[in-house]
């Protein structure tokens, strides 16, 4: 089927297919199925972790970065912002409002400033990026009460609109991973992911995503202090 299509399609096709889970998990969500919503917003991030290097590799369309910020917006600010309102309180839709507004600013500051930067090293962030802003939302929303989501989501909107430097997970960080110590640490993900769905076991599955952003950032950290 893929000899069928040209290759400078394949970033537009990840990206659309990112899109489309963020529309998904904005519907279980609306019907309150938050697990599997969660889980949507997990498959679109994969997605997304492959979009831009299919663009490098093999180039794309004209329209290819602004398919890729609507779908990084839709799934990584509307869909986890819709999660804090169905979580529930009186403040919810205010720190809904919020999250929405700090991933804004977020792909704004990236595609407008950071992307010119010069004293930027390749493949590290400037700010936590909005996927990894978006776990720790979504991984909160499984275990906190509404008070402390929204804490929770303060905190978030504040580390991807500072200027921390981390470092991308595709592009750095699994290149310095050994093929062994990976493929142990993906059964282990997979183990763990089946047995959750299994037990259906809610805020193990939380703890896990928490425990994951927590990993990424102190391992994120590393490349960035030794390159200032």
Excluded at 67 to 74: P, R
């Amino acid at each position: 089927i893929f000899k069928f299509i040209p290759n400078r399609l394949y970033a537009d096709i990840l990206s659309t297919l990112n899109f489309f889970c963020g529309i998904t998990s904005l519907v279980l969500t609306h019907n309150r199925y938050f697990a599997w919503a969660i889980i949507i917003i997990i498959a679109g991030q994969l997605f997304d972790l492959f979009d831009g290097r299919m663009a490098e590799k093999h180039g794309g369309t004209k329209y290819g970065p602004y398919l890729d910020d609507i779908a990084d917006f839709v799934s990584f600010g509307l869909a986890p912002a819709y999660v804090i309102v169905k979580s529930g309180g009186t403040m919810a839709w205010l720190f809904g409002l919020i999250f929405i507004i700090g991933v804004a600013f977020r792909l704004i500051r990236f595609v407008a400033v950071d992307k010119k930067r010069t004293d930027l090293p390749d493949g590290i962030f400037n700010g936590l990026p909005s996927p990894a802003g978006a776990l720790i939302v979504l991984g909160a929303a499984l275990v906190a009460p509404p008070y402390m989501l929204w804490v929770i989501a303060a905190i978030s909107v504040g580390l991807m609109v500072s200027h921390i430097r981390f470092a991308h997970f595709g592009r750095v960080i699994l290149k310095e991973i050994p093929k062994p110590i990976f493929f142990l640490i993906s059964s282990t993900i997979v183990v763990i992911i089946s047995f959750v769905l299994k037990t259906k076991n809610a805020q193990m599955f939380g703890y896990l995503i928490l425990c994951s952003v927590v990993i990424y950032m102190f391992v994120g950290r590393k490349w960035p202090l030794q390159t200032q």
